[in-house]
């Protein structure tokens, strides 16, 4: 189960607009008119990224009357995305 999950958090994050709007989201919390206005996507498609990314337990939605907002779940996922930012910088880097 354990295993499960773990690959659900990556697949969800392999994605490059669930990726993007995990780096969105590291920024604070965000409601989905301002996610839909800075994606090329319409509300319906970045829903179901978003419902990806929920699952997978990275992200929190709650209501606010007819707002929809939506933050990280965990302070560990803004280490992870930080992580990986250090870890391409560090390869790119290399390659130079």
């Known amino acids: 189960m354990k295993l499960d999950l773990e690959m659900k958090i990556f697949k969800a994050l392999g994605h490059p607009v669930r ?6 989201l590291v920024e604070g919390e965000k ?3 301002k996610l ?5 996507f319409s ?3 970045l829903s179901q990224h978003l419902k990806v990314l929920s699952n997978a337990g990275l992200i929190n939605k709650r209501k606010d009357g007819n707002f929809s907002l939506y933050s990280i779940s965990d302070e560990k996922v803004k280490e992870l995305i930080k ?3 250090e870890i391409t910088s560090n390869y790119i880097k290399k390659l130079i």
């Open 19 to 24: 990726l993007g709007i995990i780096k969105k």
């Open 31 to 33: 409601c989905v008119c």
């Open 36 to 40: 839909v206005d800075s994606s090329e």
């Open 43 to 45: 509300q319906a498609n």
């Open 83 to 85: 992580l990986c930012e």
